[in-house]
């Protein structure tokens, strides 16, 4: 071959091979350009995938001989932004009101919020926060917000919300500044003689608290009487009342809020002057306790008698009498218990005079249980006399025969004298030393006091104070039927004990 031809063919072959480069490039140009179209149709996520293809595209349109040089960069396909969602129009809360109010607890109401999914509940303690905390959801336009604290500040603010997209979108909030009520007081009497002293129990949320009485001259409705401006006055003594006028008295704690005031509610007690604290003198013998007071300014309906193994334990209540002692029942010897009589009296109108019980104070007192009487053992069968109380009981075998008032020794003159003795004999008729006829004479000390019926008594001289002044010379004497049925039941050597 000449050198001429040989040229010749080498210049057509480079000819043929940048032709077919320029062939390659135009099909990997096209697929570029397939690409671009798609993403801009897709989102981000997907553009990624569309990448992977067009490489591969442009692998297949290599020629055999790979060129260590591509004659271009791939395309990357740009990111497309995601849609931002319309955020949705929510109304606002018109009309928020408060409906209930309690010493925990704050309920609402508003207006509905036409396409709400629900509403969203804020709340601040404004006495100890700053900052509201988000309380809870609701689904209706009403609520009710528990477990707050007592005689509180609160702030509560309500938004409605529309749900989208899994996103809460709240409205315009309104926001009411309320308190829970303070806790009612618990009042107690502590004097109802010539004034009436009233005490209570500190409420530290309270301002202060509100007295309000209702009486006669009231016409049966409580007006103020006093307000107290610190919570830490807890008792007020009213002066300006009338022994035997009842007095009703009603007290609010308070909290008082910028120009607002929140009342607990009322804590009433019933009252009376002149139903003092009986004043009491109590003994022990024969394993009861004696009690013997002295009758209140005011004439209660009775006296209730209660008592206690413990002075500031649980009291039970004994009996109640219109005399004024009280002689329990048989009790624990050797064990301490401890005393409370307290007057009491109705009031009301003529058509229900028991519409009201009034009640007195008390004082308490404690007394060890005595087995015997002045240190004598006296059994089950015996006879006990109260000076003081001047009453008389017979037991004979543990079980009561009689019981009866008496009338005992002129008070400083004659006393029948105090002691445990025995019944010296039974005589029926008698005639006393005094030249006295009686029915039945029991005789129990050597110097001529004894038990015996008197027959120039009227039946209302028995029992109360008519020994002072106008008691016998010492004899213990007795109604007529007690008596006879003391004699009959009785035998010589029987325990007399008299105190």
């Given at each position: ?15 043929i091979t940048v032709a077919c480069s320029i062939v390659g490039t135009i099909a990997v140009s096209a697929a570029e350009t397939g690409t ?9 996520s997907d553009v990624a995938d569309m990448d992977t293809e067009s490489t591969k595209a442009t692998e297949t349109a290599k020629p055999s ?54 509403y969203v509940i804020y709340y601040r303690n404004n006495d100890a926060h700053k900052n509201f905390s988000r309380l809870t959801y609701v ?361």
């Amino acid at each position: 071959m000449t050198f001429k031809f040989k040229h010749a063919l080498a210049v057509m072959l480079a000819a043929i091979t940048v032709a077919c480069s320029i062939v390659g490039t135009i099909a990997v140009s096209a697929a570029e350009t397939g690409t671009r179209y798609s993403t801009e149709n897709t989102v981000s996520s997907d553009v990624a995938d569309m990448d992977t293809e067009s490489t591969k595209a442009t692998e297949t349109a290599k020629p055999s001989q790979p060129s260590t040089k591509p004659t271009s960069k791939p395309s990357v396909a740009p990111t497309v932004p995601p849609t931002q969602p319309i955020k949705p129009s929510v109304g606002a809360i018109k009309n928020l009101t408060r409906t209930k109010s309690t010493t925990n607890s704050l309920s609402f109401k508003w207006n509905k919020v036409k396409g709400a999914t629900g509403y969203v509940i804020y709340y601040r303690n404004n006495d100890a926060h700053k900052n509201f905390s988000r309380l809870t959801y609701v689904k209706s336009n009403a609520c009710t917000v528990k477990k707050l604290k007592t005689g509180t500040w609160y702030d509560v603010k309500i938004a409605a919300y529309v749900k989208q997209g899994g996103v809460k979108y709240e409205g315009k909030s309104q926001t009411y500044r309320t308190a829970t009520l303070p806790n009612s007081v618990s009042v107690s009497l502590k004097e109802s003689g010539s004034a009436i002293k009233l005490s209570w129990n500190k409420i530290p949320q309270a301002t202060g608290y509100k007295i309000y009485r209702m009486s006669r001259n009231t016409n049966g409705k409580y007006v103020l009487y006093k307000t107290i401006t610190s919570n830490s006055t807890t008792s007020y003594r009213d002066t300006g009342v009338k022994q035997g006028k009842a007095y009703y008295y009603q007290i609010k704690a308070y909290r008082a809020i910028k120009k607002n005031t929140y009342y607990s509610s009322p804590s009433t007690i019933r009252c009376m002057a002149g139903l003092s604290a009986p004043s009491i003198s109590i003994g022990s013998k024969l394993s009861r306790a004696n009690l013997t007071w002295k009758k209140t300014p005011v004439t209660p309906t009775a006296y209730e008698i209660f008592y206690s193994t413990s002075k500031n334990g649980k009291y039970k209540k004994l009996g109640e009498t219109k005399n004024a002692f009280y002689n329990t029942k048989k009790l624990t010897a050797g064990k301490t218990y401890y005393f409370r009589v307290r007057a009491y009296r109705y009031v009301g109108s003529s058509s229900n005079p028991k519409k009201y019980k009034i009640l007195g104070t008390y004082q308490t007192k404690g007394v060890k249980i005595s087995k015997n009487a002045y240190g004598v053992s006296v059994g089950g069968t015996y006879v006990e006399i109260s000076i003081n109380q001047q009453h008389m009981w017979y037991y004979k075998n543990g079980k009561l025969v009689v019981e009866t008032d008496v009338v005992t020794g002129n008070y400083g003159t004659n006393d029948t004298p105090k002691g445990a003795y025995s019944i010296i004999y039974k005589a029926s008729p008698a005639t006393l030393m005094q030249n006295s006829h009686v029915t039945f004479w029991l005789p129990f000390t050597s110097d001529g006091c004894g038990i015996h019926d008197a027959s120039w008594r009227s039946s209302w001289e028995y029992g109360g104070t008519r020994y002072k002044g106008h008691g016998s010379h010492g004899c213990v004497n007795t109604p007529y039927n007690a008596v006879k049925k003391i004699y009959n039941n009785i035998s010589s050597g029987t325990r007399v004990v008299v105190y």
